[in-house]
C-alpha cells in the first residue's frame, strides 16, 4: 500500500507541475477553439496557460514568492551546542562510466554535500549523515554511497561517514533517522525551499533538528527588465513540487490522525 502511495504522489507531483499544466491547458484550449461555441472559452484558456508561463519563468514575479518560502528558514548560524550529527538529505545521481563523481551527483547533492561538511568542519567530533536509495531506475550504487565517495575525496575521514541506504523520500529519511538519532544533536541540510516540509517531517516523528539551508532559489534583483529563462521556470516547479509536497503530508498526517481516532 505505502508503495502505490508513493508512485501516486509522484504521479499528481509531476502532472501539477507549471509546465504539465500549461501543456494541458493548451491542449484543452485547442479543442475549444475547434468549435465556434466554445471559441470565447478558448481564448481564455489560453491567457490562463500563457499568464501561467509568465508568472512561472519571470523571475522578478517568481523571486517573490520563493524568497517568502526560503526565508522561513534561515541559514545555519554556529552557535555554541555540540553537535553529534550532520545529515544531508538525498538527491539524485546516476553511475556513468568514464564520468567523475562530480558529474554523476546532481547539482543540488554537490551543494548539500558542500553546506554539510562545512557544517561538519565547524563542529569538530561530529559526524555526517548521508540517506538515500538506487533511484527509479536501480543504479549498481545507492546515492549515499556515490555521495561517500565524493566526500572521502574531499577529505572527510570515511570513518565520520555514516550510511542508510533505501528510504525514498523525505518522510521515510526523517522515519529511519528517528529511529536512530532520536536523542542526539542533529543538524538538517537540504535545498531551502525544500526545508519547510523536511522539518515538518522531522517534527512530525519527534525531531528538532537545527535547520540547515542551502542552494537558496531566490536572489535579489535590481530591475523588472528581465526575459523569461528556462531556468527561473525549473526555480517555479521546484517550489510548486514543494507546495503540493507539504499539502499532501499534511493530509497524510491529518488521515493517520483520523484513523487512530476511530
Keep these: 500500500m505505502d508503495q502505490y502511495l508513493f508512485l501516486l504522489k509522484n504521479f499528481l507531483g509531476n502532472l501539477l507541475m507549471p509546465v504539465p499544466v500549461t501543456l494541458l491547458l ?39 514568492y520563493i ?8 541559514a545555519y548560524r554556529q552557535g555554541n551546542n ?25 547539482p543540488t547533492a554537490i551543494v548539500r554535500l558542500a553546506e554539510g561538511i562545512r557544517i561538519y568542519r565547524l563542529n569538530p567530533g561530529s559526524k555526517l549523515i548521508f540517506t538515500g536509495f538506487k533511484g527509479v531506475t536501480p543504479d549498481p550504487v545507492s546515492y549515499p554511497e556515490k555521495l561517500r565517495e565524493l566526500a572521502v575525496g574531499l577529505g572527510v575521514p570515511a570513518t565520520d561517514i555514516i550510511l542508510l541506504k533505501g528510504p525514498q523520500d523525505t518522510a521515510e529519511e526523517a522515519n529511519l533517522i528517528a529511529a536512530s538519532f532520536a536523542n542526539t544533536s542533529l543538524v538538517l541540510v537540504t535545498t531551502a ?32 527588465w528581465h526575459f523569461p529563462t528556462g531556468s ?16 499532501w503530508a499534511k493530509l497524510v498526517n491529518k488521515a493517520e490522525e483520523t484513523a487512530a481516532n476511530n
Design 232 to 247: 527561473t521556470l525549473a526555480n517555479g516547479e521546484y517550489w510548486a513540487h514543494e507546495q503540493i509536497g507539504l499539502i
Design 193 to 224: 525551499v525544500h526545508m519547510p516540509r523536511a522539518i515538518y517531517l522531522f517534527n512530525k516523528v519527534g525531531l528538532d533538528p537545527i535547520p540547515a539551508p542551502t542552494e537558496h532559489l531566490s536572489k535579489p534583483f535590481r530591475s523588472w
Design 26 to 64: 493548451l491542449f484543452w484550449a485547442v479543442l475549444l477553439l475547434l468549435r465556434r461555441k466554445t471559441r470565447w472559452l478558448g481564448i481564455i484558456v489560453v491567457t490562463l496557460a500563457t499568464a501561467l508561463l509568465f508568472v512561472t519563468s519571470y523571475s522578478p514575479l517568481s523571486n517573490q
Design 67 to 74: 524568497a517568502k518560502f526560503e526565508a522561513q528558514t534561515p
Design 82 to 106: 555540540h553537535i553529534d550529527y550532520i545529515a544531508v538529505l538525498g538527491s539524485w545521481h546516476q553511475s556513468v562510466t568514464n564520468q567523475p563523481v562530480t558529474s554523476e551527483l546532481s
